[in-house]
């Protein structure tokens, strides 16, 4: 599994990237609505390929049952980010920027052997608060407005 990582992030990336064309990229000085999309996808192809050139440690491949409880807590970690990272692309438009933002950022937060849901909670909502006090307020970039229209 650890030497499929790599090519995985690799194809999503491709994926995004692909389907971003269909939104409308823009240019640089005047994005479209999938420029961000592009520029995400392109960022995962970067980050698979040097996933898939760095070389690999060979420690966690003895076959001990602790490594592969390692390797299936990782396994299930990646499939988790895909699946919230899938929901999150789905969400966006009918929920709106803040709500799933927020409870996007409290699905990567969250930690399973911790079970504290403080954190995850409050690091969410400093990072909605942030993002939208920069994009919003400040270079007036308008999110999808979802259940929340006032906002």
Do not use: C
């Amino acid at each position: 599994m650890k030497r499929l990582e790599g090519p995985i992030w690799i194809v999503i990336g491709v994926a995004i990237s692909f389907f971003s064309q269909r939104t409308g990229i823009g240019s640089f000085t005047e994005p479209g609505a999938g420029f961000v999309a592009l520029v995400s996808g392109l960022f995962l192809i970067a980050v698979g390929l040097v996933m898939s050139i760095i070389p690999r440690e060979k420690g966690d491949e003895r076959g001990k049952p602790a490594a592969l409880m390692d390797r299936s807590r990782r396994s299930f970690r990646l499939f988790l980010t895909v699946a919230l990272l899938v929901l999150y692309g789905l969400l966006l438009e009918p929920l709106g920027y803040v709500l799933t933002t927020f409870l996007f950022m409290v699905g990567l937060f969250y930690d399973l052997e911790k079970r504290s849901i403080a954190v995850p909670l409050l690091a969410s909502l400093a990072s909605v608060a942030v993002t939208y006090t920069l994009f919003e307020i400040w270079l007036k970039v308008r999110f999808p407005r979802g259940v929340f229209p006032w906002w």
